[in-house]
């Protein structure tokens, strides 16, 4: 399998450009989490989807962040307008639901945002 | 509420030696599970082993061993003859209540930053 893939795994932005990150989920798995990971807060979630459906955006720093999930391969994380706070590596990762079972997430690589 | 203390924040040891990092949890559920995840210095996150709260069976993977102990909700992990291809970052996670239904989120510990020098 190949993974959770991210695009892009860089991105140098301006202040108050829209930026969107991009993740595809292991096949098969139906649940995929979005986190941001800086050196002040740690991994923080910011929302996570179940069969493509938004269970919990508490995470969501503001309105300014968005993020959807059209189809069980694909989710996107939007953020508009960015700023120089947003700039952190954002990570997407996503596990496969068993019953009760809790498993383990599998992460992507990462997109580090810079926000300029 | 849930939660994870790492306590340590960074370690740093020379090659071959044994290290140990802590975890404790704090949960009301009697039902949960324990992750350890390993973030070396490239950045990328990765899944170490899991754990659920009615296994109370040490575990041991090579170099690797995870001493499970409810009494005293730890989750502790420990190197054996470490090298510095260990050095990274390690994560120690919680599930929240399976009593929650849907709810797959994780609780993070700040994690421990391990130098291994050679």
């Known amino acids: 399998d190949a993974g959770v893939i991210q695009s892009p795994r860089h991105e140098v932005t301006e202040m108050g450009q829209e930026v969107t990150l991009r993740c595809k989920p292991i096949?098969?798995?139906?649940?995929l989490f979005w986190y941001r990971q800086t050196m002040m807060r740690g991994l923080e979630l910011l929302i996570y989807?179940?069969?493509?459906?938004?269970?919990?955006d508490s995470g969501m720093p503001e309105d300014r962040f968005s993020a959807k999930m059209p189809n069980a391969s694909f989710s996107t994380l939007k953020i508009q307008p960015s700023e120089p706070r947003d700039s952190a590596v954002y990570f997407c990762?996503?596990?496969?639901?068993?019953?009760?079972?809790?498993?383990?997430?599998?992460f992507g690589p990462g997109t580090r945002l810079t926000v300029l | 509420a849930q939660k994870v203390t790492q306590a340590q924040t960074e370690i740093s040891v020379v090659e071959k030696e044994d290290v140990t990092l802590d975890c404790v949890y704090e949960?009301?559920?009697?039902?949960?599970?324990l992750f350890w995840y390993k973030q070396p210095p490239s950045g990328e996150l990765v899944f170490l082993i899991r754990?659920?709260?009615?296994d109370e069976q040490n575990e041991i993977s090579g170099r690797y061993s995870w001493n499970f102990q409810k009494s005293t909700s730890s989750f502790n992990f420990t190197i054996t003859a470490s090298q510095v291809v260990d050095s990274a970052v390690y994560f120690c996670?919680?599930?929240?209540?399976?009593?929650?239904?849907?709810?797959?989120?994780?609780?993070w510990g700040l994690g421990t930053s391990l130098a291994v020098n050679p």
């Open positions: 096949s098969g798995h139906d649940y």
């Open positions: 754990r659920n709260s009615f």
């Open positions: 990762a996503s596990s496969r639901h068993t019953g009760r079972v809790r498993n383990e997430q599998f």
């Open positions: 996670a919680l599930s929240e209540g399976l009593n929650a239904g849907n709810n797959r989120k994780l609780i």
């Open positions: 989807f179940n069969n493509n459906v938004p269970i919990d």
């Open positions: 949960t009301r559920d009697t039902t949960y599970y």
